[in-house]
């Protein structure tokens, strides 16, 4: 998620238009699209279905060992159990975000709320890895309806001059989510079981219906074309594909590794193409055009590799060779995401379009450093407590302020009227880097004692993090002025 930093001015300014815009589709004037009460509701509801979509996806990482336990399958199959969730909510943000400007932001984040919850509960009555693992890509689609429709339901309700704070706020919610979802997920699971993680999300959901139903104005008539959804679907497939094929890598046949790989190559370059002559085509290809927008969704990626094996990998580090209990894991890696949101805080305060491109290089260089240390031999079976509060600080700074940068980035690159269409983008890059994050850790650790293989993981997460340090220095440079964008609101300024 991206770090607030809306308190800056600039930011305030750059954002403004496309709040008139969201308002625009409630039919109302920017500084009336709602009372102080129901703002406070629409605010509350889109805030809590964004933190529900942002905990699913890291609230399982320390789940792995009860749920190999009762529903036994590989190390590279469960992993699907984190790459579905990720995968799917990648593909479809884009058309979830269209689909919320085309049927309204309350029916689709209603949608996206009930969706959510029949997969929960299918997740929470599993009786197969493989059923559970069906039932996260179902989660992945609804939790890509829920956050582009919350976001539009909160800038359409938003006055002109609040929008940074408000977005501020939505942004703290996701990061908020993505800090603690560790501890709640091991929580859950020392006290009830892994299950009890996907069934809370059922009277959570329920409450998030109710809220939803009051405090989101409704549409009375669809508007727009139909976005398209087989893109979507397509989508999928093909990142699905690639993540199969580096994953399974090492235990199929070298001729269906490759076959698998190029044909979901095949279908994400047929998505690309279809892309730039669909109406509302599932990629924003158009955003890709600008060479500093492209350049941040690329440093996006490499982030998205990172976070995702790191966020995997290290419980097993304390839970295994550590001995560490899941509640002593989760506090080792609540510490990391604690530095990462008051990093995240302090730049918001200070990160400017003029600065971004080093605030971000330097967040990737800090994330390479700490990457580094968990690579070499400080990290075995000992429990090297100095050594993890540098790795903490170095991870959680570097990815305070390299989100945070990334957001200023994508923001004035894209200009005002286009900052959800790119954000959205932005986090679908995000999202697949994650997804070959964890299947690059799938392909990595086979082997149940796996210190050698941990370190080879981690050297290549380094790798990965320097390469988007690289991309950040050299390609970031300062684009043109959001300020500078002129003419009448883009309509489409609340899509993804």
């Known amino acids: 998620m991206s770090a607030p930093g809306s308190d800056d001015s600039t930011h305030d300014e750059r954002l403004m238009s496309a709040s008139d815009a969201g308002s625009a589709d409630t039919g109302l004037a920017p500084s009336a699209t709602a009372g102080g009460g129901r703002y406070g509701l629409i605010t509350a509801t889109a805030c809590s279905a964004t933190f529900l979509s942002i905990l699913d996806a ?24 984190v790459s579905a969730y990720a995968v799917t909510f990648a593909a479809w943000l884009a058309v979830a975000g269209r689909l919320s400007d085309a049927l309204g932001h309350r029916g689709v984040l209603v949608a996206g709320i009930v969706g959510f919850a029949v997969a929960s509960g299918v997740c929470a009555t599993a009786p197969s890895a493989g059923v559970l693992i069906g039932a996260r890509a179902v989660q992945g689609v609804a939790a890509a309806l829920l956050l582009p429709a919350a976001l539009g339901a909160l800038l359409a309700a938003t006055p002109a001059q609040r929008r940074g704070s408000a977005i501020g706020a939505w942004a703290a919610t996701g990061a908020l989510a993505a800090a603690i979802g560790p501890a709640v997920g091991a929580l859950l699971v020392q006290a009830w079981g892994w299950r009890a993680i996907f069934a809370l999300n059922l009277p959570v959901c329920a409450v998030l219906f109710t809220m939803a139903l009051v405090a989101v104005p409704g549409r009375g008539r669809a508007r727009g074309e139909v976005p398209d959804l087989w893109g979507a679907v397509l989508l999928s497939g093909g990142i699905a594909a690639v993540v199969a094929a580096v994953s399974e890598g090492r235990s ?58 790191y966020l995997l990998s290290v419980p097993l580090l304390f839970t295994g060779p550590w001995g560490l209990s899941l509640l002593g894991a989760a506090g080792c890696v609540g510490s990391a995401g604690l530095a990462a949101m ?58 305070g302020c390299a989100i945070t940068a990334l957001s200023v980035i994508t923001a004035q690159a894209a200009g005002a009227n286009g900052y959800v269409a790119a954000f959205g983008a932005n986090t679908t890059a995000r999202q697949i880097g994650g ?62």
Request: glycine share 12%; net charge neutral; charged share 10%.
């Open 58 to 81: 890291a609230v399982v990482n320390l789940a792995f060992g009860p749920i190999a336990a009762e529903l036994p399958a590989s190390a590279g199959v469960l992993t699907w159990i």
């Open 252 to 309: 199929w046949p070298g001729p269906l590794t490759w076959m698998i790989l190029l044909i979901g190559l095949f279908a994400i370059g047929v998505v690309i193409l279809r892309s730039f002559v669909h109406p509302q085509p599932a990629v924003e290809v158009e955003l890709w055009r600008q060479r500093r927008f492209a350049a941040a969704s690329a440093v996006a990626f490499f982030l998205g590799v990172g976070l995702f094996g």
């Open 342 to 399: 008051v990093a995240a805080t302090v730049a918001g305060q200070v990160v400017t379009e003029a600065n971004a491109r080093w605030c971000c290089a330097g967040g990737m260089l800090a994330i390479t450093a700490g990457f580094g240390v968990l690579s070499s031999e400080v990290f075995g079976a000992g429990r090297a407590w100095g050594a993890w509060a540098v790795v903490a600080l170095l991870l959680g700074a570097g990815m």
């Open 435 to 496: 997804a070959v994050g964890i299947a690059i850790l799938a392909a990595v650790l086979t082997s149940s004692v796996f210190l050698g293989d941990f370190h080879v993981l981690f050297a290549i997460l380094t790798g990965a993090a320097l390469v988007g340090a690289v991309l950040a220095a050299a390609l970031l440079g300062e684009g043109r002025a959001a300020a500078a964008v002129a003419g009448a609101p883009d309509e489409r300024s609340a899509s993804w």
